[in-house]
C-alpha cells in the first residue's frame, strides 16, 4: 500500500451530505461492493459544491477525494473531459494523464492498473451528472 494513497484518501474535506443538492448520482462496483454517492450544487453549468459518501476501498475514497477538490469551481465540460481522461489513461493512453492532469499522477499511474475499477468509480458516478 502507497503511503501516498493514503494520505489523499484520508483528506475527507468534501466527505459530507449536501441537502439542497441540484446533481446526485449513486454507483456500485459489482466487482467487489464499493459504493458512491455525489451530490452537487451547480449553477450556470459551474460546480459549486461537491458533496460524496462512500463505503468503499482505500483506492475509491483516495479517488474520489482528489476528484472532489478538481471540481469545486469548475465547468461540467471541463470535468467531462478529466472524466474522459481518466477513462482513456486506463485503456492505455497512459500520456493523456501525464500531459494534462498533474494532480491525479499520485492515483492514476501504471502500478495502480489492478485498482482500475476502484480508482474509476467515484469518475463514472460524476460523468453520469456532468454528461447530462
Known sequence: MDLEILNIASDIENNKNIKNYTHYSKLKNSLCGDEIQIKLIIKNNKIIDFGYQENSCIYC?????????????????????????????FDGNFKVIQEKRGNLKKLLNKKNLSRKECILLPFKTLKKIVSS
Request: hydrophobic share 35%; with cysteine.
Open 61 to 89: 475514497q483516495a479517488s474520489v477525494s482528489l476528484l472532489s477538490k478538481m471540481c469545486i469551481n469548475n465547468k461540467k465540460s471541463k470535468i467531462n473531459e478529466l472524466c474522459d481522461d481518466a477513462k482513456s489513461f
